[in-house]
């Protein structure tokens, strides 16, 4: 069995012209002998069906095709798992590929070189590009999962196996590096009313309004985490007190403002804030423990409010 695969090749020394190039399925029958090109592809496909890692499947095929294709960097990039892998200069002359199976786009492959491809190496590599086709589909098919496993699907934030997996390291990180870094333990106000006056399915989408408020307030490179029902975790890195007491009172008032009506509910919802920072000699579960002794206390005192501890 084979699969035709479009790669369009727009190297900007030859007119562009999209070229047909059959991937091999690897499940089909033995090649024949002689059939060393046919065999090769199978071969280079089945070494690369070892890797679920995109940069190692990239890189590996990479290395293959160099004794006969010159070029002087490559960049791959594929947007269904916001991959790019990029090696050497990137600059020159190019050849770009889109992969496509079954009208799924893989991802877009280009090569750099300081003078023009020739006939020869193009051929060369569009001969070999088939054998990524099933091992770069079998590596999206892995990520895509792996990132669902550690996704709450009803916020669309990181959820606690990912906190547990994630977290962790960042606090070692932290220690290592003698860097300041602060953890939130934050729980809102009222939300079981909110559920039992309205139902769940309005207690959901505030849930959703308020991890949106967190993503909103936070850095790209903070880690948000629905730890579970209306609680939410922050890993602040590079933060000291008088930075995370900022983003916790952006956090505080951002919701204690949210406007809910559009979810149908009258009134407000309110969130309380524990406050910790990482210590030397810190692990995971006491940093942990310190910020939800914290927020604790915020919920004894009153609610709607941040405690440091």
Same mark, same amino acid.
């Given at each position: 069995m084979s699969q035709t695969t479009q790669l369009v090749n727009t190297d900007k020394s030859t007119p562009q012209v999209p070229a047909q190039v059959i991937a091999l399925d690897?499940?089909?029958? +033995?090649?024949?002998?002689?059939?060393?090109?046919?065999?090769?592809? /199978? =071969?280079l496909s089945d070494l690369l069906?070892?890797?679920? !890692?995109?940069? $190692? %499947?990239? +890189?590996?095929?990479?290395?293959? %095709?160099?004794?006969?294709?010159?070029?002087?960097?490559?960049?791959?990039?594929?947007?269904? %798992?916001?991959?790019?892998? +990029?090696?050497?200069?990137?600059?020159?002359?190019?050849?770009n590929y889109r992969l496509k199976i079954q009208n799924r786009m893989l991802g877009e492959l280009t090569l750099f070189k300081l003078s023009s491809f020739?006939?020869?190496?193009?051929c060369e590599l569009e001969d070999l590009l088939c054998s990524l086709i099933y091992p770069i589909k079998n590596a999206l098919m892995y990520q895509i999962a792996l990132k669902s496993a550690y996704r709450d699907p009803l916020t669309g934030l990181n959820n606690r196996l990912a906190m547990e997996m994630n977290l962790p390291r960042e606090i !070692?990180? *932290?220690?290592?590096?003698? =860097?300041?870094? *602060?953890?939130?333990?934050? !729980? /809102?106000?009222?939300?079981?009313?909110?559920?039992?006056?309205?139902g769940h399915d309005v207690g959901d989408q505030v849930l959703r309004e308020v991890a949106d408020v967190i993503s909103q307030v936070v850095r790209n490179t903070d880690l948000v985490?629905?730890?579970?029902?209306? +609680?939410?975790?922050?890993?602040? *890195? $590079?933060?000291?007190?008088h930075g995370a007491i900022d983003v916790s009172e952006r956090i505080r008032s951002s919701i204690d403002n949210l406007e809910l009506?559009?979810?149908?509910?009258?009134? =407000?919802? $309110?969130?309380?804030i524990g406050i910790t920072l990482v210590r030397h000699g810190d692990t995971f579960m006491s940093t942990f423990k310190r910020a939800d002794k914290a927020l604790y206390q915020a919920k004894l005192n009153g609610k709607n409010q941040i405690i440091i501890c």
């Open positions: 690897p499940r089909s029958a +033995e090649p024949t002998p002689g059939n060393r090109k046919h065999l090769r592809i /199978l =071969q069906s070892r890797h679920l !890692d995109i940069a $190692q %499947i990239i +890189e590996a095929f990479m290395a293959e %095709i160099a004794e006969g294709v010159n070029y002087c960097g490559y960049r791959f990039s594929c947007s269904d %798992i916001n991959a790019t892998v +990029e090696h050497g200069v990137i600059e020159g002359f190019n050849a020739n006939s020869r190496e193009l !070692d990180l *932290a220690k290592r590096h003698s =860097q300041a870094m *602060a953890v939130l333990v934050m !729980d /809102l106000d009222g939300f079981k009313a909110i559920n039992d006056g309205h985490f629905r730890y579970g029902g209306d +609680e939410f975790v922050c890993g602040l *890195a $590079q933060t000291d007190i009506s559009a979810c149908g509910v009258n009134g =407000q919802v $309110q969130i309380s």
